[in-house]
Structure formats: C-alpha cells, structure tokens
C-alpha cells in the first residue's frame, strides 16, 4: 500500500514539474514574442534623422497648400506619402504636440498598403517593454466629411491584443484633438470610430466637402471640393425653380 502511494505521489510530482517547466516555458515564449519588432517598424526606423526632418517639412508644406487649395472654388486632392508622414512623427509631433501620446509610448511610425494602415510605437511600462502596433482600414461615409476607422487587429510584437481594449486610448487622443467619435461595430464585431473631420473657423463660408479618402501603396490621397455658400444657395435656389415640364 505504501509502494503504491509512493508511487502515486512520484507521478503527481512528476506532472506537477512538468508543468511548471510547461508554464516557465511559454512566459519565456510570451514575454520574447512581446518583444518581438514588426519588419516595417523596424525599416522605419533606420531612416537618418535628417532624412526625416525633410520628410516631416515636405508633410507640413503639403497640409499648407491643403489649406489654401481648401479656400478656392473647385476640387481639389492631397497626397500624403508613408515617408512624410513617418518624418513628422519622428520630428514634428514631439515638438508640436508633446502630449498628445501616452507617456508610455514613443517613436510612432506607420505602414500603409491599399487595404489598410499600421501604425507602432514603442511602448514602455513597470513591467512590460514591447512594441504595439495597430491596423486599421479608412472609407468615407455618407454625410458632410464623415470617416469611419475600422480597427483591424492590435498586436504587443507577436502576440494578440483585444482590439475593443485600444478604443479608449483612440479616444483621448481624439479628446485632445478635439474631435467627437462614435463607437459602432462592423458585421465582424470589430469596432469602427465614426467622425467627423473638422473644418478651420476660416471655411465657415465655405462648403468644403471631402469626397473619397483612398488608400494606396505608401501613400493616402484626399480628394474634395470648395464652394462658396452663397453661390452654392444660389444654384440651390435655382434648381429648385427649374421644374421639368409636363406634357
């Protein structure tokens, strides 16, 4: 009887080692995989810091003409290319907008291909170091200068975050930026912010309309277009007046 249960707890010791050798095993695993860096993040940031204050400065120069272009009749589009844009977080939103981010996180860099954007960062903590990245896909919605950011998938380096727990970090940022959201979720149950994209107090006689926002390889393209109000009531007017006749 003694042999049996001797034999017994030998076993349970056995399965209980194997266990903890099992569990040590995957934190090692775990805590590699958070670390691991995502091949375009990485790319992004071999770019020479000069190289990136060009880039940052081309950024700012494109949202300038954006804002003239804006303020004239007609249509109008803007390119914003992935290296640009990589150069003004690198550069310019430290300086511009020292709050904006998490402490936590640093060095943003983004990604961008026809079905999606990614963006990393660094992220910093007590007990974690690891780089979070997040994907997301952008459509136009119907109405004045509504967008709707899909969040794709988050990840800490290899390993899978719930992407319903990035919505309030999306929000205080929009907090800062002064832009409202509207959580809905897609027919996937990923979660979509729904905004609307504010306009300078100097287009408030303006009917400034953004029509399609399209992603492509390395880069985002804007397309819209600028009205007068006044003249936009008058060819509202008219139209109305103009009745088809009847036989």
């Not at 007609?74 to 003004?88: A, D, K, R, S």
């Not at 100097?202 to 880069?219: A, F, G, H, N, Y």
Request: net charge negative.
């Amino acid at each position: 009887m003694k042999r049996s249960l001797r034999k017994a707890m030998r076993v349970v010791g056995a399965l209980l080692l194997l266990c903890l050798i099992a569990l040590a095993a995957f934190f090692v695993w775990a805590w590699r995989a958070s670390r691991k860096v995502p091949d375009f993040y990485a790319a992004a940031l071999l770019a020479p810091e000069e190289e990136l204050a060009q880039s940052g400065e081309a950024l700012v120069q494109d949202l300038q003409q954006l804002r003239d272009d804006v303020h004239r009749e007609g249509t109008w589009q803007v390119v914003l290319t992935e290296q640009e844009i990589n150069g003004w977080l690198a550069i310019q939103l430290p300086r511009r907008f020292p709050h904006l981010l998490p402490p936590q996180l640093s060095d943003p860099r983004l990604d961008i291909d026809a079905t999606r954007v990614r963006l990393a960062a660094r992220y910093t903590g007590k007990r974690l170091e690891s780089v979070l990245y997040l994907s997301a896909s952008i459509d136009t919605r119907e109405g004045d200068n509504v967008i709707a950011l899909t969040l794709l998938e988050a990840h800490a380096g290899l390993l899978p975050v719930p992407v319903q727990s990035v919505t309030k970090y999306v929000d205080r940022a929009a907090a800062k930026l002064k832009v409202e959201i509207e959580w809905e979720e897609d027919e996937e149950g990923r979660p979509v912010a729904v905004f609307t994209v504010p306009m300078p107090e100097s287009t408030r006689k303006l009917d400034v309309r953004i029509d399609e926002v399209v992603l492509q390889t390395e880069q985002i393209v804007a397309y819209g277009r600028t009205r007068r109000i006044d003249s936009f009531l008058d060819w509202l007017n008219e139209s109305r007046q103009q009745k088809p006749s009847s036989d």
